[in-house]
């Protein structure tokens, strides 16, 4: 069973930027889908980013929040995936986590599309 680990949570002022970093346990299937989700407390867990290989082109997704602020990379032949946002707010605040698929989602959006999801990440923003 692939594990997706990610890093780079923790505590951030308000304008501040943060990178988040995930990784899967082994490269034996090649994700062809990875992106970010996150969830705040008493919310529902939301999308933020996602970035998808196909046949040498690569597509980018991003919530309208974020959009602007954040910025999705990743290496399709290591699996893994990263996230900068940059101008952070306490809005920011949650639990990140990474997702991942073997196949290609054409809706990067919606987290239950995705076979693996990581244990999560916490950012927490101060004002």
């Known amino acids: 069973q692939v594990q997706l680990r990610e890093s780079g949570g923790g505590l951030v002022q308000a304008g501040g930027s943060l990178r988040l970093s995930c990784a899967a346990s082994?490269?034996?299937?090649?994700?062809?889908?990875m992106g970010w989700f996150r969830q705040a407390p008493g919310k529902e867990r939301e999308f933020v980013a996602a970035?998808?290989?196909?046949?040498?082109?690569?597509?980018?997704d991003y919530a309208d929040a974020v959009e602007g602020r954040a910025t999705v990379s990743g290496d399709s032949a290591k699996n893994t995936v990263s996230l900068q946002m940059v101008t952070l707010s306490p809005d920011d605040t949650a639990v990140y986590y990474c997702?991942?698929?073997?196949?290609?989602?054409?809706?990067?959006?919606?987290?239950?599309?995705?076979?693996?999801w990581g244990q999560g990440t916490q950012v927490t923003v101060s004002s």
């Open positions: 997702e991942a698929d073997r196949g290609f989602l054409h809706y990067m959006r919606r987290a239950r599309n995705y076979d693996y």
């Open positions: 970035i998808r290989w196909n046949s040498g082109d690569t597509a980018f």
């Open positions: 082994e490269n034996t299937y090649r994700m062809t889908t």
